[in-house]
């Protein structure tokens, strides 16, 4: 019953775009440009137009899924159809540059375009792995609930400790300050090791330490250490569903900026051709 | 020399402050008594800044007394100023201790002072007498029967005593700031409504109010304040096991009250029975047995403001000899003028109690009350009056002519007609389920349609309705599932067997194995059914109401196959095997079609893989999805966590999103966000004031404007997707500043005072396209689905 954006409509417009490229690369083939291919031919001019048609309609994306009103087909249906016409963009681009590359800004907007595409296929990969490892990871807990456990498992040390002595209070008072989960960018996006706290697991051992020694207050120290473990287990998974949203998302800032500057590059291309021409 | 008027009106309420109003109007020599020092001592006596309702909603005032729904403040300074301007002879502080008859006048007495008049008003309410603890110690100081404002008492213990709605609302308010103990006489909160009693359980579950049951005051003591002791009052307390004493600071007994029963005796007025509660027989004209003496408002029986204002308007003409209409009379023309040759409402009333039988029980009273929510309309030959697979849910009775009911969805040709004084709309009415044929009207045909909540009320209140609008559903439920082509006279036998169960949710009809010789046709609610396959439990099949189950145990004379499990609260129609089977041998035909059923459900349980399914299905019914007709699913696996869901429905809804996304239950990698599922019979439209909550022919429920804001709805849910939102009418975050720096498309910083309305899920039935949330979704995640046919699908792939 769920139709997804990679499968939609039973592959409708991969079959769509792969027909499209195909005729292209037929036409491509059998085209007799002089001197040899190139952006100038009126194959190269229709490859060019067909591009920047394809290229405008997509970065509309960004609009159209904003417009909760519209009634011009479903969101998923636009997605579908965006990843594989954008897909095909690097066939048609390639095309139209007939394989004639050279530092320029006409190189300039190639390059955007196959960064562009490339990114996008970062996000499909990132679409198809991370949702599954986010409900893995939280099941049904979120993130804020999560997190209000941690503060209810604080209190509760707080309590169990200040009931064994000062000094353990003012430990779990520091241990609770010192915990921080706020991944950097760069261990959000390659890092694959657990969330560590040093202080956390230190503490934890002098307590396993005094629950050998302090008799009197075993039990109450192993209520301690089941709370900070527990903590430290929700800190973990904190720490994971952080980094796994970034990971689900991060690309789409160089996307977006990517696209607005390949929009500009291709204005520039344009402009000069027609300035040339002219 | 006692002065003497024409009418003394005895109570400052509102039927006595209209009746002032209209005499002080017409220049009649009058006097209202009052016993306190404000007006209206009862509805002042409400909790602070408590919404009071106007209805019926349709019903219009006539008095000088200008009345709206509103806050207890803004109602009662518009009645003082009304009183004031209008001139009206008023004393308070002024109780009236007697009335007595002195040949043709009355002689009143006051605490200081005498009067005499011709005629009386009594418009005391019942409210003045207040039930109290009855035990010891029932009048100590902080032992009070009133709340005003909660907000007064802060860090106190607190005692409330009673189940009723006050009670509960008192309770609730008060354990905001305070330890709250609530006291029962009973097991449970049988008489509260179902909001307040959804509260209270929560409130108790969670611990914010503690609820002792089965409790008895038994007497109350102070406790000396130079003990030390931490609380005021010694409250003693039997339950059935024990006797406590509990400690607290106050004990507010919210126990209801009953008519001043002796002092009416001493007025001569007549009671029609002992019951505590019984109020005086009163004439058409409000006149009791005491001639002279008119009785009004709820002490007459009448409990509703509106109802009390128009009656002290009406008293008043009667007593001066003019004659009234009733104020509902143009409001019934209105509907009753499209019956032919009816000069006026009455005689249009006396048509109808004769040409429907259903409604020849109702009083005249009674009768008016349910045709003001009705509509009565001629409808033109072959007009569709219902369509089949519809969600609607209005009741027709006929009144003359015929309607056609189509047998076969889509031939228009195979039909069969009813006349007039027959009935139809209760098959979806009783099931919440879509309408099951299609109805046209014949030739002449005049029908009363009416909805859903007055038709329900009916048949809460009156039996005989009740016991008609049974029968007939369990005569053509079985004609349309069991035994399609046969008569009523031929199945006579297996109605008259027929029996009605009620089950809770998640209660077992039958097991696997049992014995069982009766057949269940599901009234209202789902079934799953399950059997034990390999070693785990299988769920074969799920079946919303308009099925039927134990046919096979019936046919064969075996023991049941499979074990039957409610999914939600339940009712069936039970069909006793003798007399069923007794049908069947006498039509082979019929027998034989349910055989081949029989035959086609058995050969898909025996392809079952053990636990295929189950899982899913299971915890659909969990999450209570067993009354849904369409629910909100995501694939996790697909879902990205946009949340363009929420945005898309806050985009299309003013600003507030009605679903929330990451809130809810997930199973196997599919979530059930927290978001409307259109039920059956919704929870929401039970307790509706202003009845703003609707169902549209495509199943969609939703809230229409008149909605007052007083958030039963909200209580009612019992999955929390409904909320109070003021709809914001502000313009969203231009589009650019969402793409280049993600802002949301509603900001929340919206006017904390803005009024607030309740919001739901609508589906978006105003747009084309159908839910946004389901068309925004990028990946395809969200669908909304009739779990019915969610389920089916994954029991069979």
């Known amino acids: 019953m769920h139709d997804s954006f990679v499968t939609y409509k039973n592959f409708y417009f991969l079959k769509v775009a792969s027909a499209l490229t195909a005729v292209l690369v037929i036409f491509y083939l059998f085209h007799d440009a002089y001197p040899e291919p190139n952006g100038g031919s009126w194959l190269g001019y229709l490859l060019g137009i067909l591009g920047a048609v394809i290229l405008i309609w997509l970065s509309l994306l960004g609009i159209r899924k904003r417009r909760y009103r519209s009634s011009q087909g479903n969101t998923v249906s636009w997605v579908s159809a965006h990843i594989y016409l954008g897909s095909a963009l690097i066939i048609i681009t390639t095309l139209h540059s007939g394989f004639q590359f050279a530092l320029n800004i006409h190189f300039l907007g190639y390059f955007l375009t196959l960064l562009v595409v490339l990114t996008g296929f970062y996000g499909l990969y990132a679409y198809s792995v991370y949702p599954d490892k986010i409900t893995a990871n939280c099941g049904d807990l979120t993130r804020d609930t999560m997190f209000d456990e941690v503060i209810d498992l604080d209190e509760r040390s707080l309590a169990v400790a200040e009931s064994i002595s000062a000094d353990l209070y003012a430990q779990i008072l520091e241990l609770i300050e010192s915990c921080k989960v706020k991944p950097s960018l760069f261990r959000q996006i390659f890092s694959n090791s657990d969330y560590k706290n040093e202080n956390l697991e230190s503490l934890v051992n002098r307590i396993i330490d005094s629950i050998n020694s302090d008799h009197g207050n075993r039990d109450k120290l192993s209520l301690l250490h089941d709370f900070i473990l527990e903590k430290y287990a929700l800190l973990k998974r904190i720490d994971w569903d952080i980094r796994y949203n970034c990971r689900l998302n991060w690309w789409l800032y160089l996307h977006v900026p990517l696209t607005l500057a390949l929009i500009a590059a291709v204005s520039i291309h344009v402009f000069i051709i027609f300035y040339y021409w002219w | ?797």
């Open chain 2, 1 to 797: 020399m006692a002065e003497h008027f024409n009418i003394i009106i005895v109570g400052a309420g509102p039927g006595g402050l209209s009746a002032a109003a209209r005499a002080a109007e017409m220049g009649e020599s009058h006097l209202l008594l009052e016993g306190s020092p404000t007006i209206a001592n009862t509805i002042s006596k409400f909790q602070k800044g408590k919404h009071v309702m106007a209805e019926p909603a349709v019903l219009p005032i006539r008095s000088k007394i200008a009345f709206e729904a509103g806050t207890r403040e803004t109602i009662l300074d518009t009645w003082n100023e009304n009183i004031t301007k209008i001139n009206a002879n008023l004393k308070f502080n002024s109780e009236v201790q007697k009335i007595k008859r002195n040949g043709n006048v009355f002689q009143i007495d006051t605490k200081d002072g005498q009067y005499t008049a011709d005629n009386i008003v009594l418009s005391i309410g019942i409210q003045g007498n207040v039930r109290k603890l009855g035990v010891a110690g029932e009048d100590l100081e902080f032992v009070q029967y009133q709340l005003d404002d909660p907000d007064e008492y802060i860090d106190e213990t607190i005692v409330v005593v009673g189940a009723g709605d006050a009670a509960i609302e008192n309770a609730i308010a008060l354990s905001k700031n305070n330890k709250v103990i609530i006291l029962n006489r009973r097991d449970e909160f049988a008489r509260a409504k179902e909001g307040n009693l959804n509260a209270i359980l929560s409130a108790i579950e969670k611990g914010s109010i503690e609820c002792i049951y089965n409790a008895n005051a038994s007497k109350v003591t102070n406790i000396g304040e130079d003990n030390g002791a931490e609380h005021r009052l010694c409250f003693e307390v039997a339950t059935k096991e024990e006797s406590i004493e509990i400690e607290c600071d106050r004990i507010i007994a919210r126990l209801g009250a009953f008519p001043p029963r002796k002092f009416l005796d001493s007025c001569g007025i007549e009671f029609p029975s002992e019951e505590p509660n019984a109020v005086p027989s009163v004439s058409g004209e409000y006149e009791s047995n005491v001639k002279g003496l008119y009785i009004i408002g709820s002490l007459a029986g009448y409990p509703l403001i509106k109802q009390c204002v128009n009656q002290g308007y009406e008293v008043i003409e009667f007593i001066c000899g003019r004659e009234v209409e009733p104020a509902d009379e143009s409001l019934l023309w209105e509907k009753i003028k499209h019956i032919p040759n009816v000069k006026n409402v009455n005689e249009g009333i006396e048509i109808i109690r004769s040409k429907v039988p259903t409604f020849s029980s109702l009083t005249p009273l009674q009768l008016r009350e349910f045709l003001l929510d009705s509509d009565i309309y001629k409808a033109d030959l072959g007009q569709t009056l219902i369509e089949y697979n519809d969600y609607t849910n209005t009741f027709f009775s006929i009144i003359s002519g015929e309607v056609n009911i189509r047998l076969t969805p889509d031939n228009p040709n195979n039909t069969v007609s009813i006349g007039s004084g027959n009935f139809f709309g209760e098959m979806s009415l009783i099931s919440g389920r879509r309408r099951s044929a299609t109805i046209t009207a014949g030739e002449n045909c005049i029908v009363i349609e009416t909805p859903r909540r007055s038709m329900n009320k009916l048949i809460n209140s009156v039996e005989s309705v009740r016991r008609v609008i049974n029968n007939t559903f369990i005569s053509r439920a079985i004609k349309m599932h069991l035994a399609p082509g046969l008569d009523d006279e031929e199945i006579s036998e297996v109605i008259s067997s027929a029996t009605l169960s009620e089950f809770k949710p998640n209660e077992i009809i039958f097991n696997e194995g049992d014995a069982g010789d009766s057949l269940h046709l599901i009234r209202s609610g789902s079934v799953t059914v399950s059997k034990v396959i390999g070693d785990k439990t299988t769920t074969l099949a799920y079946l919303p109401a308009g099925n039927y189950f134990g046919e096979m145990a019936l046919l064969n004379d075996a023991p049941r196959s499979a074990t039957v499990k409610t999914a939600v609260a339940t009712e069936t129609i039970v069909l006793q095997g003798k007399e069923f089977r007794r049908l069947l041998s006498k039509n082979p035909e019929t027998k034989k079609k349910l055989e081949a059923l029989s035959e086609a459900r058995s050969l898909s349980n025996t392809t079952k893989k053990s636990g295929q399914g189950t899982d899913i299905v299971e915890f659909m019914m969990e999450q209570g999805l067993g009354e849904a007709t369409d629910v909100l699913l995501i694939d996790e696996s697909l879902c990205v966590r946009c949340d363009h869901c929420e945005k898309a429905c806050a985009g299309t809804h003013g600003g507030s999103s009605m679903l929330d996304r990451e809130a809810g239950p997930t199973v196997a990698g599919l979530h059930v966000p927290t978001s409307c599922r259109h039920c059956e019979h919704p929870h929401c439209m039970k307790d509706c004031p202003p009845d703003a909550i609707h169902r549209t022919a495509d199943g969609e429920v939703y809230i229409a404007d008149n909605c007052i804001g007083c958030g039963n709805c909200v209580r009612n849910c019992p999955y929390g997707v409904i909320q109070m939102a003021a709809v914001s009418k502000e313009p969203a975050t231009p589009l650019w500043k969402q793409i280049i720096f993600g802002i949301d498309p509603y900001p929340e910083t919206r006017d904390k005072n803005a009024p607030k309305k309740a919001v739901k899920c609508d589906m978006c039935k105003d747009l084309a396209g159908g839910p946004a949330c389901v068309r925004a979704c990028p990946t395809g995640a969200a669908i909304r689905v009739s779990p019915e046919e969610f389920i089916t699908m994954k029991l069979q792939s």
